[in-house]
């Protein structure tokens, strides 16, 4: 028995030339699925002839094939069924009569992937074929009826391997011999052209779109968001505040105005415009004493709340900023500085009378020391004491040199103290002469009185 290629030598070059077509095809045209938006599709099948004449019984003997080879287009009517327009060419080896016919052929196909036997993306697709054709062979031009079966395989998204089955039936009445014959094919069904149907222009195709008929995002599968009217993301059915753009986790309303951003809303926050704490109603506390500076009269400094944020050393109820006795305590009356007892009164007195000078000199007499020491004793006792001397003369003599003398001897007393330890910032002194005459002058006890050096306890 000869071979297949034996048959028909050109063969295998033939078929090679068919599968580049295809494979050149499936490169270069845009293609989808078919199926109601993508309607046509491009097929190209090898056949394989078998005459059955009156040796019927070699109609299935591979070896006895011829081949043939046929292209086409497919439309796509509904789920059920496709018209296929099919021309070709079959080289059939009608019993000593090899003849080359062309032909071509309307059918229409029922498919089983209808949606209703088996879901029209299956994988295998079969289908039944039936069609009307013209065939031109032996100089005659006859009908002939292709009847059969099929199965297609959705090898890709656009593309489908074919297999079919067809009995040829020729209407040869004038002609003895019997032409039908039987043919196997596979190949390539390819789909083409077309756009998907959008009928609401949103870009989400109809068979994909819940809502073919009202615009979508692809994200909501075509259909229509629900109404946002401020554009938060948040539907309006579930906004708190529709008309005022808002975050979803605060309802769809907009946050309270926190202008400083110090976590207190501007409608509960004393100090809208500088951040603050929760605590103080947003207002700052720079000493951290608690005391918004805003009521903080001493605002660098930590203070107490009924100093209204000052410190109060002493606690003495006079803030320091107005307590000239910071480290004492004193009455408000006495700007928190202690008042003085009889017995340090008359320390001041016994120093006023007491302290004298060598005549016309700034010496202090040995007698005077006992009574400067009781002022030094006085200013350790109160650290925050500060001393005031000032020097006088009588009228006697140049007025100038009284002056100059007077002065002399209050620093000399000055310098006593300063020698005894007392800081010399905490005394001022100065002479001024023949001023501030305690006595007349008239008599020598009212001049004496006159020369005399006077101590001030100044707060």
């Known amino acids: 028995m000869a071979t297949f290629e034996q048959v028909n030598p050109n063969l295998l070059f033939m078929r090679k030339i068919i599968l580049l077509m295809i494979t050149v095809l499936v490169s270069t045209v845009t293609m989808k699925a078919q199926n109601a938006d993508y309607r046509w599709a491009w097929t190209n099948m090898l056949n394989f002839n078998h005459y059955d004449g009156i040796q019927g019984s070699e109609i299935l003997d591979l070896g006895e094939s011829t081949f ?19 021309f070709g060419i079959d080289d059939v080896d009608f019993k000593q009569l090899d003849e080359n016919g062309a ?92 756009e998907a149907k959008d009928s609401d222009g949103d870009g989400v195709p109809d068979k994909e779109d819940l809502c073919p008929d009202e615009a979508g995002p692809a994200d909501n599968n075509g259909c229509p968001l629900p109404p946002d009217s401020d554009g938060d993301g948040v539907y309006d059915e579930a906004d708190k505040c529709p008309q005022e753009a808002g975050p979803a986790d605060n309802g769809g309303c907009p ?18 415009n500088v ?39 002493d606690g003495d109820g006079v803030a320091d900023k107005d307590d000239k006795c910071e480290h004492e305590a004193g009455p408000a009356s006495n700007n928190g500085c202690p008042e003085l007892s009889e017995e340090e009164e008359e320390i001041l007195l016994e120093a006023l009378e007491g302290v004298q000078f060598q005549s016309g000199k700034a010496i202090i007499t040995r007698a005077s ?41 209050a620093k000399a007393a000055k310098q006593y103290l300063v020698d005894k330890g007392v800081n010399a910032g905490r005394i001022t002194a100065a002479g001024f002469g023949i001023a501030n005459p305690v006595a007349t002058n008239s008599t020598a006890a009212g001049r004496a009185k006159n020369r005399r050096v006077e101590f001030e306890v100044i707060q």
């Open 68 to 86: 043939g080879y046929q292209t086409g287009l497919k439309y796509y009517l509904n789920p059920s069924f496709n018209a296929a327009f099919d």
């Open 103 to 194: 032909k071509g052929a309307f059918s229409l196909e029922y498919k089983f992937n209808n949606g209703y036997i088996i879901a029209e993306d299956a994988f295998v697709k079969p289908y039944l074929t039936a069609g009307f054709g013209i065939s031109d062979r032996l100089d005659q031009v006859e009908p002939y009826y292709p009847l059969g079966a099929g199965l297609r395989f959705g090898v890709w998204d656009d593309v489908d391997l074919n297999l079919h089955g067809l009995y040829n039936y020729v209407a040869n009445g004038d002609v003895p011999l019997n032409y039908n014959y039987f043919q196997l094919g596979v190949g390539a069904i390819i789909q083409i052209g077309g």
């Open 255 to 272: 946050l309270p105005k926190d202008s400083d951003g110090d976590g207190v809303i501007d409608d509960n926050d004393s100090c809208p």
């Open 275 to 313: 951040a603050g704490i929760a605590s103080l109603n947003g207002c700052p506390d720079s000493d951290g004493d608690g005391v918004a500076d805003k009521d903080d009269a001493c605002p660098r400094v930590a203070g107490l709340s009924t100093m209204k944020g000052c410190p109060d050393s």
């Open 369 to 409: 020391y006992s009574k400067l020491d009781n002022v030094v004793g006085l200013l350790n006792k109160h650290p925050d004491f500060k001393l005031k001397i000032s020097g006088y003369t009588d009228n006697t003599g140049n007025a100038d040199k009284n002056l100059t003398l007077s002065d002399q001897r």
